[in-house]
């Protein structure tokens, strides 16, 4: 069965980074773009980027363009989210998803929080 | 970027009765390129419809999805306990996707 297992939650001080794994299981890793989806607490859902597994090639929302960076290893089946520069607005659920257009399966997400 | 905005909001129903849920976009949506996304509290989203009117595996007929160009809805024929959640559109026709706000669906 397909799974997205994502790595677990993360805080960290403004101005660091956090890089957030999805390991993916039950089917063909490079057959399937993947996506990253925020969502602040009590928020809605927010858009981040997606990556393509087979080349590489990546499409960031205008909002996160310079600030975040999706890569993938192909060997171990797992896609990474980068977010650097990070702020307290920053806090939320990162999750990972299966597109290439609609979003099948999606990662049990990972909190990233923010505080000084 | 094209911007969803999801209304009403809120949707004040009782179980049994029907849900009509819209979903407008500022620019056409190529393809009928738009889904929608049930989240229940403390869950992950479940994709619901994609296409503007395909149902996902495993989602009852009850929900039903329909519109093209910049008018989408999201129809759930009888509202059953489980249903009472936020329901979200994502449009997928352009490079950069986008999210609506949402509308939570709450019990009368």
């Known amino acids: 069965q397909v799974q997205l297992v994502q790595s677990g939650a993360e805080v960290k001080k403004p101005g660091a980074s956090v890089k957030v794994s999805c390991k993916a299981s039950?089917?063909?890793?490079?057959?399937?773009?993947m996506h990253w989806v925020r969502q602040a607490p009590g928020q809605g859902l927010e858009w981040m980027g997606i990556?393509?597994?087979?080349?590489?090639?990546?499409t960031y929302a205008l909002k996160f363009q310079g600030r975040v960076t999706m890569t993938r290893d192909t060997f171990t089946s797992t896609v990474y989210m980068e977010l650097g520069s990070l702020r307290s607005e920053d806090t939320a659920i990162y999750y990972c998803?299966?597109?290439?257009?609609?979003?099948?399966?999606w990662g049990q997400g990972t909190l990233v929080t923010v505080y000084s | 970027d094209i911007v969803l905005t999801q209304s009403p909001d809120t949707l004040s129903l009782s179980p049994g009765e029907r849900a009509t849920l819209s979903c407008r976009a500022s620019?056409?949506?190529?393809?009928?390129?738009l889904a929608w996304y049930q989240q229940r509290p403390g869950q992950t989203p479940r994709l619901l419809i994609y296409?503007?009117?395909r149902r996902a595996t495993g989602i009852p007929d009850r929900f039903s999805g329909s519109g093209s160009g910049t008018d989408f809805t999201l129809t759930i024929s009888r509202l059953e306990p489980e249903d009472f959640a936020v329901y979200y559109c994502?449009?997928?026709?352009?490079?950069?996707?986008?999210f609506g706000q949402g509308t939570k669906v709450e019990i009368k």
């Open positions: 620019q056409s949506v190529t393809g009928r390129y």
């Open positions: 990556i393509n597994p087979t080349g590489g090639a990546t």
């Open positions: 998803a299966r597109g290439p257009a609609a979003l099948d399966f």
């Open positions: 039950g089917y063909t890793f490079t057959n399937y773009f």
């Open positions: 296409d503007a009117s």
């Open positions: 994502q449009q997928y026709g352009s490079s950069r996707q986008t």
